[in-house]
Every structure is written in C-alpha cells, then in structure tokens.
C-alpha cells in the first residue's frame, strides 16, 4: 500500500514537501513516480527515479524547482517542491512501478498507486 501525504494549500513561489510511504512492500525495491492530474487533464509525469537513485526524470516545466528523493529509513519518496506555480496544481499520486520506461526524457510507469493527495496553489 502507497500513501502519499504533505498536500495542502500553497501560495504560488511557496514550498510543499510531499511524501510517499509504503507498508508491505520496500520501495527501495522499486522505480517510484510522482504523477499529477489536474482538473479536466490526463494524468502526467512529474518526477520518477531508478532504484539506484541515478536515473532521475523531471516535467520540463518543474526542472529546477522540483527534486525527488528517497528516504530508506521511513520506506518513502519524498518530492520537494519550490518555488510552486499555479499549473502545479493537481491531485498528486506516487506510483511503485516494476514495470517501466524511465530515462531522463520519459517515465511512464504502473504499477501499485497511492491514492493522491491534493495540492492547491492560491494567493
């Protein structure tokens, strides 16, 4: 099970911290991905990253503001978000995937999904 936690309200140029656990499974184990969907859009790809932690994909448009890492000791992946703007809005997922396609340019992943969490972006 994959529960994603940290959404909330955020101004834009604020910072969110979200996070993805796991019970019942080691996400060391696993390439974990971050998606978004936002109102009336497709679910896309945020950030995702390797089991090795070197192979790291980032959405063009959150490059430089946004960074995925893992943290072994609590079974989760963590995704800091900086400098937020509006089109960051959305229902965040985490996804375990062990079946993928991640390089730098591409990440699309399925596998065991969270059941999101919400990240509203206001003044």
């Known amino acids: 099970q994959l529960v994603e936690s940290g959404g909330g309200l955020v101004q834009p140029g604020g910072s969110l911290r979200l996070s993805c656990s796991a019970s019942g499974i080691s996400l060391d184990d696993f390439v974990v991905g971050w998606f978004r969907q936002a109102p009336g859009k497709e679910r896309e790809a945020v950030s995702c990253i390797n089991k090795g932690d070197t192979i790291f994909y980032y959405k063009s448009s959150v490059k430089g503001r946004f960074t995925v890492s893992r943290d072994n000791a609590k079974n989760a992946v963590d995704l800091q978000m900086d400098n937020v703007a509006p089109e960051d809005a959305g229902v965040y997922y985490c996804?375990?995937?062990?079946?993928?396609?991640?390089?730098?340019?591409?990440?699309?992943?399925?596998?065991?999904w969270g059941q999101g969490t919400q990240v509203t972006v206001s003044p």
């Open positions: 996804v375990a995937s062990s079946s993928t396609i991640l390089a730098t340019n591409v990440c699309i992943l399925e596998g065991l």
